[in-house]
């Protein structure tokens, strides 16, 4: 069984760019959600997706969006950025059955630098 | 809304002591409670769910509803324990459910 992975591991951005984070979930994982961490704090949730479809979004605007695909990938997109933007952003995995429901399987983050 | 507060962003103590990191929630629904651990340089991972009610790595953790508290404790403090431990809560966003995170405790055990 495979653990959660996260490309690429760093990323340096300027101000109104775009980016893609991408991450594959554990095998067999049909949840994966988002979060963002900025230096001296807890993640905070961003989505989540649940069999390619959004079913949960926490405090962040439209500018921040997600895909996710059959083979357990995804993808986090943030158009527009901006300097506040900066922050390690993780995503992590959870299974439809018995423990793996509640229990996120972390990857080890995205580190994105907005100049 | 849900919300997690860990009050001690820096917890020092010796090896063989006691340790407790403290962790208060606010949640209206039924709430499920974890702690996470981030050692130097490795990924956020699970170290324990109220629900299982186990201990791992000498840790563990009760679940107050009275207090609103799940208090991570371990009687005797080892170095390899130093690390960053979250508090987290798993409620309901829509049809999701969502973590909330407290911010984070650094502990270091000193030898």
């Known amino acids: 069984e495979t653990g959660v992975t996260q490309s690429p591991t760093h990323l340096i951005k300027t101000r109104g760019q775009q980016v893609t984070l991408r991450c594959s979930s554990q095998?067999?994982?049909?949840?994966v959600s988002w979060y963002q961490q900025a230096l001296g704090q807890g993640p905070q949730f961003i989505f989540q997706?649940?069999?390619?479809?959004?079913?949960g979004r926490g405090n962040f605007p439209p500018r921040f969006s997600g895909l996710q695909f059959p083979n357990y990938s995804s993808e986090l997109n943030v158009n527009a950025l901006e300097l506040d933007d900066s922050a390690l952003y993780l995503c992590?995995?959870?299974?439809?059955?018995?423990?793996?429901?509640?229990?996120?399987?972390f990857g080890p983050g995205t580190r994105l630098t907005v100049l | 809304a849900q919300r997690v507060t860990q009050p001690e962003k820096l917890l020092s103590v010796f090896k063989g002591a006691p340790v407790e990191l403290k962790c208060n929630y606010s949640y209206s629904g039924s709430p499920e409670l974890f702690w996470y651990v981030q050692y130097s340089r490795q990924r956020l991972q699970l170290l324990l769910r109220?629900?299982s009610r186990e201990s791992i790595k000498g840790f563990t953790a009760d679940l107050n509803k009275g207090e609103t508290s799940f208090h991570l404790k371990k009687p005797f403090a080892q170095e390899e324990d130093s690390a960053m431990y979250y508090c987290a809560l798993s409620g309901v966003s829509g049809s999701a459910r969502q973590l909330t995170f407290g911010s984070g405790t650094q502990l270091t055990v000193l030898p």
């Open positions: 992590a995995s959870s299974g439809d059955r018995g423990f793996d429901t509640d229990t996120q399987y």
């Open positions: 095998s067999g994982h049909n949840t």
């Open positions: 997706y649940y069999r390619e479809e959004e079913n």
């Open positions: 109220h629900i």
